[in-house]
Nanobody
Framework: EVQLVESGGGLVQAGGSLRLSCAAS????????IGWFRQAPGKRRVGVSC????????YYADSVKGRFTISRDNVKNTVYLQMNSLKLEDTAVYYC?????????????????????WGQGTQVTVSS
């Protein structure tokens, strides 16, 4: 059973930075996509960034491009989301999730299609 545990959320002022971590266990394959998603109050959950474990394919939502960076530490089985220049609209619960197999495209990342394992989420609050 795949288990994902997010950490690193918190309260930060606009313009500040946070780094989220997603520790993964129970993965039996190295062929999967890992994604970061967020859900703001009253809004649907959307994909922020996805990356295939090969490192060859990385996707960022337009709203975070140039500010967020997804990366992976293979030794620690941990995926990170470095978030810089945070804005008020980045406030949300952030989740990581995995999709077994090849990267399917931005549509799948945006809507979380095919992502079968999810973490419990970590709250990010950006204040003015």
């Amino acid at each position: 059973e795949v288990q994902l545990v997010e950490s690193g959320g918190g309260l930060v002022q606009a313009g500040g930075s946070l780094r989220l971590s997603c520790a993964a266990s129970g993965l039996t394959s190295d062929n999967y996509v890992i994604g970061w998603f967020r859900q703001a109050p009253g809004k649907r959950r959307v994909g922020v960034s996805c990356m295939h474990t090969s490192g060859n394919t990385t996707y960022y939502a337009d709203s975070v491009k140039g500010r967020f960076t997804i990366s992976r530490d293979n030794v620690k089985n941990t995926v990170y989301l470095q978030m810089n220049s945070l804005k008020l609209e980045d406030t949300a619960v952030y989740y990581c999730a995995t999709q077994v197999g090849s990267y399917q495209g931005s549509y799948f990342c945006t809507y979380g299609l095919g992502f079968g394992s999810w973490g419990q989420g970590t709250q990010v609050t950006v204040s003015s």
